[in-house]
């Protein structure tokens, strides 16, 4: 059996390329903004040699750029956190519970190697039940590979009023993805939409040699039966690794451009594992087959490219200001004893309150998989799109964190990712 970061080290060399361009790169006017100084972007062209001068995004977005130093969102964090906490109070709204989870269902057999998620078959038995159980309005899951898993899903949704939306049965597990939406807020009178997309920009040899994967996002629309508001849910898995930085800063772009072509009137909640983070102090962390893995201070763009290209808002920074940069600075120097045991002891992962990393070594599954190799970050995020400001964010946290017996199997998490989940409020459509 082979740890997920095993299959990473296997193809790795076979996709250390730059990423086809998207050809209609520079066509967009969100391409044409100047990087340096804008509210959403500015922070990465700051750590640039030059700060960025004269820089557009479609510029940005031809060449890899080499930073200086780690791009810092702190100040778009306060800002962004400031603009929402100055909105006006809302009229009659309806409480919403979202929920996105990356379940780590994976396990697939191949000619020369397998890569199997730790402790798959007693987790996929019960993961569902439990989500369900729990009483989430909105479910937008990920690695939900394999349609034993969807037909799981499907069975724990009907018995306790659920909608799931899966994608086809011809694509359904390249993506793995799965949205459950409580039937009692879908308007079974008005028109639903539902979609699959595929990214254009891919990490080819996920699919082959590699797992079958072919990343994409689910789009979902609905109308909000008590409040009459149309909603859009997006549910994705971006591409993994620093090095493949760009071809998830393209997919990004896609989304985002989907994001924003949805009306005006509507709101949409976008949720996934975007396998990127906010902010990574250094360039260099972790070791894969004796090399340092380096590029981590390109991963923060992905998530600024989807606040751009989709008129998007985090959700976590708009209840709270978010603590990236404290929570990543704390993080111990590498070094190999990450290889035995968590950040190389105990302290890291006895803090309180813990660090909103959703993905890291505190983890036990997550430890056997990627032990020493990952840079742990919160890469698992909630958005939204909400041009009429009929949405106000009341709280958010990280779920699924506490390890759970499981019979006879141990004691071990429900995933290798932590969920995050939000508490919003939707104004009735007037």
């Not at 590979?145 to 597990?173: N, P, T």
């Not at 930085?245 to 990004?252: H, K, L, P, S, V």
């Not at 989304?255 to 949720?271: E, H, Q, W, Y």
Request: proline share 6%.
């Amino acid at each position: 059996m082979f740890r997920r970061a095993s299959l990473a080290c296997a193809v790795a060399s076979l996709v250390a390329c730059t990423p086809d361009i998207p050809e209609d790169l520079g066509t967009w006017p969100e391409d044409q903004v100047l990087v340096a100084g804008h509210p959403l972007l500015g922070h990465l062209a700051a750590a640039l040699p030059d700060g960025g001068a004269g820089l557009t995004l479609e510029e940005f977005l031809r060449s890899d750029q080499d930073y200086d130093e780690a791009p810092d969102p702190s100040s778009l964090f306060a800002a962004r956190r400031d603009a929402h906490a100055a909105l006006p109070p809302q009229g009659p709204a309806e409480e919403l519970r979202l929920l996105t989870y990356n379940t780590a269902l994976l396990g697939r057999w191949f000619v020369f190697f397998s890569v199997v998620m730790p402790e798959l078959a007693t987790r996929r038995r019960v993961l569902h039940d439990i989500v369900l159980d729990d009483g989430w309005d909105i479910v937008l899951l990920q690695e939900v590979w394999d349609l034993q898993d969807v037909d799981r899903l499907r069975a724990a949704a009907a018995e306790r009023g659920y909608l799931v939306y899966a994608g086809s049965e011809a694509h359904h597990e390249e993506h793995g993805l799965a949205i459950a939406v409580r039937a009692a807020l879908v308007d079974a009178d008005a028109a639903q939409e539902q979609a699959e997309h595929s990214y254009e920009q891919q990490r080819e040899p996920e699919d082959f040699p590699g797992p079958g994967v072919v990343r994409g996002f689910l789009h979902w629309s609905f109308v909000h039966s008590a409040t009459g508001v149309r909603v859009h849910l997006f549910n994705t898995h971006a591409t993994s690794f620093p090095g493949f930085a760009r071809t998830r800063d393209f997919q990004m772009r896609q989304l985002g451009g989907t994001i924003r072509s949805i009306p005006a009137d509507d709101v949409a909640f976008i949720a996934g594992d975007f396998n990127g983070g906010t902010y990574y102090p250094d360039d260099a962390f972790g070791v894969t087959k004796g090399e340092t893995v380096t590029g981590w201070w390109s991963n923060p763009a992905a998530y600024a490219l989807l606040l751009h290209y989709g008129d998007a808002e985090d959700l976590r920074n708009a209840a709270t200001l978010p603590t990236d940069v404290t929570d990543m600075d704390a993080v111990p120097a590498w070094s190999p004893d990450y290889f035995d045991r968590p950040f190389g002891d105990g302290a890291f992962c006895e803090r309180s309150p813990p660090a909103f990393l959703t993905g890291n070594d505190c983890n036990s599954l997550y430890f056997r998989s990627y032990a020493g190799t990952e840079y742990p970050a919160r890469i698992d995020h909630l958005f939204m799109r909400d041009p009429q400001r009929r949405v106000r964010v009341q709280a958010t946290e990280m779920v699924y964190t506490q390890p759970r017996e499981f019979a006879d199997a141990g004691r071990f998490e429900l995933s290798d990712h932590y969920g995050v989940a939000a508490t919003v409020t939707l104004a009735r459509r007037e």
